[in-house]
């Protein structure tokens, strides 16, 4: 059967997960990158906490079970943490099914992680046996923030690059009826009424003929990688941004003995490290000129700079020290100190700095103990 979202009996849900252990939060994460080894220990600067309204709502129901098995709603001006699970089995006399859906999400201000999934499994040994699992997570956040130039500028139209960091999968294996989703916009209004909204997403689903297709959702096809988009906007003039995004995943699966005497359905719309800012870049004004900028905002958050980027890789090699981070619009520097507490940091010498790319080869530190940070301007 093809079981499909409605207004009335629609219940969301995320990527299952194997503990009910909350998302980490991004400090938290960052805190794991300060990981020492015998010759080198990376370290990433935090952002100064921010406050901003959030949302976020995570949902997950199964054939059998209640029709609303699990939902949590939450509005706040902090991040927001959610989760849940469900599962149901049945047996018959000519066969059975379990099935599972669950879903997870954080919502912060210049984040968004959102996970659902589904899995079904039935048997049959002479008759129909069906089964279905859903989930879908939706977060957003919002806030104001304002570029501000010198008094020449105030008031006047320019435009900027924002690029967003997009990062998840999408799979799916099942009967008719399975589908994944991830859908995403951003809307970008100033004070003076200019409005910039992109809408997207992506859908993979099985077809009448069991075959997988994919298609866009509401706009472009938008999936994982780096999203740049270029915004107009008045300088010193509040703008209003709203980032939200949501994933669903359907589970479907038909056994029928002698035939098909078993099926698993799979769905996942995994995007648990996205949808992350990036930061702003390549600021001009009306006449296309260069303009440097700074920025307030009501939550605090940098929207210039955006996330610091996360040290995701730092491993030795025959040629020395291989150090890789998050990507940006950004120019990086490297910079190394013998000691946290009180230690002086300076470039990573024997490299010309700054880089715009997101990884790094470093000379193999001569003390014992280095420790590395990335510095973007």
Known sequence: MNHKFDKQTKKPGGIRRTTDAPFVSRNQTRARNVTEIRLACALVLSLVSAHATTYLQVDSRVAGGPAVVSSSTDRSDAPVDLHTSTNYAKSYSYGSYTASAGASGRAEVGALHLQSDGAVRTDSTGGLVSSWGQSEAVGSWDDNFTLNSDPAHFGKLGSMTVTIDISGGLNLDGDVGSSVTFQTFSQFTDSYGTNNLVQGGTRIYMDTSGVKQIQSLNGALIGP??????????????????????????????????????????????????????????????????????NVSDSGYNYVLGDPPLITRIQTVPQGLDLEWTPGPRKYTVETTDSIMGGTWAPVPGVTWPIQVNHVLLPMPTQSRAYFRVKVQ
Not at 255 to 261: R, T
């Open 225 to 294: 990688g780096l999203w740049q988009r270029t915004v107009y906007f008045h300088f010193g003039r509040p703008m209003y941004v709203k980032v939200w995004g949501s994933t669903t995943a359907t589970a479907e699966a038909e056994a029928f003995a002698p035939g098909k005497p078993h099926m698993d359905a799979q769905a996942a719309s995994d995007f648990g490290n996205t949808i992350v800012w990036r930061g702003i870049a390549d600021v001009r004004d009306a006449s296309g000129a260069s303009v440097n900028v700074t």
